[in-house]
């Protein structure tokens, strides 16, 4: 989406306690009405990445109007990759 600032975005993404790095964040169109993204956050701790894909959720939702989309999620130094769909 043109309207979107993705720097803005990635640097929302990378406040979020808990998030140590935004990877692969994308954004792209679906229809007239509807966009997704998709994005890879590594965290610091295994504990943190239910709290932190809720809040990426929000995000996305809230501040930037999507609705569909994916987040990756792995804890800094584990090769390990879980993933939350919307």
């Known amino acids: ?5 993705l720097d803005e975005v990635r640097s929302a993404l990378s406040r979020i306690d808990g998030v140590s790095e935004v990877r692969e964040l994308r954004v792209w169109t679906l229809s007239s009405e509807l966009d997704a993204a998709s994005v890879h956050l590594v965290v610091d701790r295994a504990d943190s ?9 929000q995000l996305f939702q809230g501040h930037c109007d999507i609705t569909h989309g994916t987040v990756h999620l792995s804890v800094h130094g584990h090769s390990e990759r879980s993933e939350v769909v919307w």
């Open 1 to 5: 989406p043109s309207d979107l600032d």
């Open 49 to 57: 990445r239910q709290p932190v894909s809720e809040v990426a959720k």
